[in-house]
């Protein structure tokens, strides 16, 4: 261990990231210590924190060398409890072959041409989001707590329709995937993972008693789809009769997670950005062509999903460094699309960035992000409807931040959203 050259910063502790993005610390270890161990609080082994984009791609690409299924994908070291790891694992935490069995069974429907049949429903539901949170502006616009008010919404109501749920189950179904996916923040966790005893849920994914409750749904809801089938993707799974009730209840659960929060965060992000940024939101409002490449940058600049975790499984090297069969490897998102090696002005949102080779949905492999095109769907309709209303955005109170260092979530983002 003494000759493993040792993070001169903390980039773990949910408490950094409830204050702020340690930015610095990433560009610091970007620049010194590209490839650094990080040891861990509490029995944790540690792990090599991954910070460079070219590494990480390299990492997500090499799936034989960095297993997912090992370990798992979380700073959890779900080697050391064989049970919890079957009893929690979906097609996130499975290596090929079987990982591309697992996957094969939804994506027809996430691929981008049938995501695109989904365009009417989402400009639908945004139109309405939106109509609803300005509902009673007056001249002066209206002040709205938009994470709240306008970006949970749409993702909720989106996968939702893919998946099935009826619209009526949404705010329940959605309130315990936050509880879930936010384990280690008491706004919102039952049991937070850091702080409390969380053994007793050791066999639940982030070990939140929240997903039982999300597992009796899965359960309930297929039974539904059993009896009365429809078009949507739990008819599809259970007509195809695949899955292990376990199997079904923790994919369901990983897409309800996976379908929503961190969409959710793109759309904060992007909207803070867009208020601290009235120019670029002019520029685009007078450049309508930039769309796509906004939508890419502002998925970019959210960087929602922090970081994700690999396990090496034979002796091997990143960028030089000598790392171990059995190692942690984790690769920082956020640090990788910022880095100034293959974004320039990297801190800067740039509506026009071009190229804007991001890695917000993973560096390649086979687990890039299943979801990308239904996120992009959404990011541009919001974005859409901006410049359709000449919405102008400002921050009118305090913005605060999840404790999460998996999640960049905003928890609260006061707006004063005035129609042009
Ligand atoms: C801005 C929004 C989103 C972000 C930032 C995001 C990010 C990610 C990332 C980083 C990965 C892992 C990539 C890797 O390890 O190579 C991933 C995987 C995944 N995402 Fe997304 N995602 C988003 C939206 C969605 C949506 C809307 C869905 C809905 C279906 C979704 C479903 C999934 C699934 C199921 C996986 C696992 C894929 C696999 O293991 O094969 N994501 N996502």
């Not at 991954?50 to 370990?71: I, K, M, N, Y």
């Not at 970006?151 to 996968?159: E, K, N, S, V």
């Amino acid at each position: 261990m003494s000759a493993k050259p040792l993070s001169p910063v903390d980039v773990c502790s949910h408490d950094v990231y409830e204050q702020g993005l340690p930015h610095e610390a990433f560009a610091r270890l970007r620049r010194e210590m590209p490839v650094a161990w990080h040891d861990e609080p509490g029995d944790n082994a540690g792990f090599w924190a991954v910070t460079r984009w070219a590494d990480l791609v390299a990492v997500h690409r090499d799936h034989e060398t960095f297993s997912s299924q090992v370990g798992g994908t979380e700073l959890e070291e779900l080697e050391r409890d064989p049970e919890a790891r079957e009893a929690r694992r979906t097609m996130l935490e499975t290596d090929p072959p079987e990982h591309t069995r697992l996957r094969r069974m939804v994506s027809r429907n996430f691929t981008r041409r049938s995501i695109d049949r989904w365009t009417d429903d989402a400009r639908e539901i945004m139109a309405r989001v939106l109509n609803e949170a300005l509902h009673g502006a007056n001249g002066a616009g209206a002040e709205v707590e938009f994470v709240s008010a306008v970006a949970r919404g749409l993702p909720i109501l989106m996968i939702s329709r893919i998946l099935g749920v009826p619209e009526g189950d949404t705010a329940g179904l959605f309130e315990w995937a936050d509880r879930i996916i936010y384990h280690a923040d008491p706004d919102y966790s039952e049991a937070v993972f850091d702080k409390e005893d969380t053994d007793p849920y050791r066999l639940l994914p982030f070990r939140s008693p929240a997903s039982e409750r999300v597992f009796a749904y899965a359960q309930q809801l297929a039974d539904t789809k059993r009896r009365h089938p429809a078009d949507d993707v739990v008819s599809l799974l259970v007509a195809a009769d695949e899955l292990s009730p376990q199997n079904f209840n923790t994919l369901f659960l990983l897409l309800v997670i996976a379908g929503n929060e961190t969409t959710r965060h793109a759309l904060n992000h992007g909207a803070l950005a867009l208020a601290e940024r009235p120019d670029e939101l002019a520029r685009l409002r007078t450049d309508p062509d930039l769309l796509t490449a906004a939508v890419e940058e502002v998925l970019r600049y959210a960087s929602p999903q922090i970081h994700f975790r690999r396990t090496a499984v034979a002796d091997t090297e990143i960028a030089g460094v000598p790392v171990a069969a059995g190692d942690k490897v984790v690769t920082w998102y956020l640090s990788a699309n910022y880095d100034e090696e293959v974004f320039p002005d990297p801190y800067t949102l740039d509506l026009g960035r071009d190229p804007n080779r991001h890695v917000t949905f993973g560096g390649g492999g086979p687990h890039f992000c299943l979801g990308s095109w239904l996120a992009r769907l959404e990011v541009r309709v919001f974005l859409e409807e901006l410049l359709g209303r000449n919405l102008h955005l400002e921050v009118c109170g305090e913005v605060t931040r999840v404790r999460s260092n998996f999640i960049n979530g905003l928890k609260r983002l006061p707006l004063r959203l005035t129609p042009g």
